[in-house]
């Protein structure tokens, strides 16, 4: 997954047309939230491979980076254009649904952009020095760790 965060006065969304068939259904066509953490998201392929471990690694990032700004509020935008190896549309949808839901049953104040949608949005990043920040969130896999592991007690026996 990969996550931009923007610590912002404001962000207004204004849906436009819908870009998937399956895109989520539509309450409002415009959206406003103020004094927010924007994580703007794009779910990829691998984090199919691991649901939970990337859900829970997730949630604990926009947790943390939520308490460091001080922010009111947090707007979930799904934005694929962070990455080049999305993750199927139905899997990306049901992520942002479960980072969405996780983060209310926390009691913080969230809202989410539609997913499917095209979208306009304003943004005014407050320009601090944690207001804009990028995360990878991936998860090794127990081959790839063990590699790791070996190669530093080698390192270390030398």
């Known amino acids: 997954m990969k996550i931009l965060f923007i610590h912002a006065d404001y962000i207004k969304i204004e849906v436009k047309k819908k870009a998937i068939a399956d895109a989520d259904e539509i309450k409002e066509k415009n959206l406003e939230a103020k ?54 549309p139905k899997f990306a949808k049901e992520m942002l649904q479960n980072i969405y839901e996780n983060l209310k049953a926390q009691n913080l104040d969230v809202i989410k952009a539609p997913f499917g949608y095209y979208k306009g949005f304003e943004v005014k990043c407050k320009g601090h020095p944690l207001s804009e920040l990028s995360r990878e969130i991936k998860v090794e896999g127990k081959e790839e760790g063990k590699e790791k592991e070996r190669a530093v007690v080698k390192e270390e026996t030398k």
């Open 35 to 88: 004094e927010c953490l924007v994580v703007f998201t794009a779910v990829e392929k691998d984090d199919e491979k691991n649901k939970t471990e990337i859900l829970n690694k997730t949630i604990d990032n926009i947790k943390d980076v939520y308490s460091k700004v001080n922010a009111k509020s947090v707007v979930i935008y799904p934005y694929t254009h962070l990455s080049g190896n999305l993750a199927s």
